[in-house]
């Protein structure tokens, strides 16, 4: 089971990225997913989750408004659109997926996702 990130770089302030994560070796389709990042020395914090039908999203309030989490369970893929970056957007992003059991209401817990991917690094300069 595999989940491989990708479409991080750098980006000036203001700027935009899409960031991609597709699985393979198993089906998403009932799992929950989710983006977090992690800044060097800290810890890893959630950015946004969609539910296993994609009618459900959560986000980070530091987020809200600028990114967009979608998926296509038909690709076993998840989205992340970020839009009006910052420098304190900079991080490895990491796409991640529960077994299917997790409750919603934990999305934002790094311990409700039992796979996650190899990570992409986002940098934003000022």
């Known amino acids: 089971v595999q989940l491989v990130e990708s479409g991080g770089g750098l980006v000036q302030a203001g700027g935009s990225l899409s960031l991609s994560c597709e699985g393979s070796?198993?089906?998403?389709?009932?799992?929950?997913m989710g983006w977090f990042r992690q800044a060097p020395g800290k810890e890893r914090l959630f950015v946004a989750a969609?539910?296993?039908?994609?009618?459900?999203?959560k986000y980070a309030d530091s987020v809200k408004g600028r990114f967009t989490i979608s998926r296509d369970s038909a690709k076993n893929s998840v989205y992340l659109q970020m839009n009006s970056l910052k420098p304190e957007d900079t991080g490895v992003y990491y796409c991640a997926a529960d077994g299917g059991v997790s409750p919603w209401s934990e999305s934002p817990m790094v311990s409700s996702y039992d796979y996650w991917g190899q990570g992409t690094q986002v940098t934003v300069s000022s």
């Open positions: 969609i539910a296993w039908n994609g009618g459900i999203t």
């Open positions: 070796g198993r089906t998403f389709s009932s799992s929950t």
